[in-house]
């Protein structure tokens, strides 16, 4: 169970989907995750966290084929963190779920 993450939630947006030299595919997507509690006085409160994916090969395959936008799916994988240069020289920082297995739920 090291480094597992398991989410269950809606695509925010369309799959970006790449094709990448030597057949390689990974497809990228937002995932939304709700959760809901109420406060002392009652008062319901809703929170809405969004989740960055990556998947390689067959799970992109899965990806590219049968999720679009508003789709509420379930993945299991690993949290991963990185970081780049921008085009100004900035340092910028990714935090990512790379899936590993993908569940279709909703339509």
Same mark, same amino acid.
């Given at each position: 169970m090291?480094?597992? &993450?398991q ?7 369309e799959p ?7 057949? !390689? ?5 937002s995932i939304?995750?709700n959760? &809901? #509690? #109420? @406060?002392?006085n009652g ?6 966290q969004?989740?960055? &994916?990556?998947?390689w090969?067959k799970t ?27 085009k100004?020289?900035? !340092? @910028? #920082? ?10 279709l739920?909703?339509?």
């Amino acid at each position: 169970m090291k480094n597992s &993450v398991q989410l269950i939630g809606h695509v925010g947006q369309e799959p970006e989907i790449k094709n990448l030299e030597g057949g !390689k595919k990974i497809a990228n997507i937002s995932i939304a995750t709700n959760e &809901v #509690y #109420y @406060r002392e006085n009652g008062d319901k409160v809703e929170q809405t966290q969004w989740h960055r &994916v990556t998947a390689w090969g067959k799970t992109a395959d899965i990806i590219e084929r049968f999720v679009t936008k508003g789709k509420e799916i379930g993945i299991e994988g690993k949290l991963t963190h990185r970081s780049y240069d921008d085009k100004d020289g900035n !340092k @910028r #920082y990714i935090t990512e779920v790379i899936a590993n297995e993908i569940l279709l739920i909703g339509k």
